[in-house]
């Protein structure tokens, strides 16, 4: 004689095996693959080269300071080509232009760092320049 537990047993493990089955049906678990979308290309990139805008004589009385240490990152390209910082007087007062990265021209070949030369009457800046 089979007991209710026994029955209560069966009937769970054949309703347990109902749903699993009704998971199996027609339903597509897949869903479509994305439709394909246009993107626009990125524009071709504008090298910029650092112009040098005719400037008046700057002769200062004081010697610069000493150059700052500066961290050189990685060149993005062997294109570029480091500017070195340098210092430059305004109203009295000295500032730090710090050093960057810029693409080389392609006529030019040599960078000309920014510096003061000392003429006997004073200290003239020299702005950097390609050669």
Same mark, same amino acid.
Not at 81 to 100: E, Q, T
């Given at each position: 004689?089979?007991?209710?537990?026994?029955?209560?047993?069966?009937?769970?493990?054949?309703?347990? &095996?109902?749903?699993?089955?009704?998971?199996?049906?027609?339903?597509?678990?897949?869903?479509?693959?994305?439709?394909?979308?246009?993107?626009?290309? &990125?524009?071709?990139?504008?090298?910029?080269?650092?112009?040098?805008?005719?400037? &008046?004589?700057?002769?200062?009385?004081?010697?610069?300071?000493?150059?700052?240490?500066?961290?050189?990152?990685?060149?993005?390209?062997?294109?570029?080509?480091? %500017?070195?910082?340098?210092?430059?007087?305004?109203?009295?007062?000295?500032?730090?232009?710090?050093?960057?990265?810029?693409?080389?021209?392609?006529?030019?070949?040599?960078? %000309?760092?920014?510096?003061?030369?000392?003429?006997?009457?004073?200290?003239?800046?020299?702005?950097?320049?390609?050669?």
């Amino acid at each position: 004689m089979m007991t209710r537990l026994t029955i209560l047993g069966g009937m769970l493990t054949a309703g347990g &095996a109902l749903l699993l089955m009704a998971g199996c049906g027609d339903r597509d678990d897949n869903p479509p693959p994305p439709q394909p979308t246009y993107v626009e290309p &990125a524009p071709q990139p504008t090298v910029v080269y650092e112009q040098q805008e005719p400037q &008046a004589e700057v002769i200062v009385t004081e010697a610069p300071p000493p150059p700052r240490y500066e961290y050189i990152p990685p060149q993005p390209s062997p294109y570029h080509v480091w %500017i070195g910082g340098h210092w430059y007087h305004r109203d009295g007062v000295w500032y730090w232009a710090n050093g960057h990265w810029v693409h080389r021209p392609p006529d030019h070949t040599r960078w %000309i760092p920014a510096h003061w030369v000392n003429n006997g009457y004073g200290w003239r800046y020299v702005p950097g320049h390609w050669r």
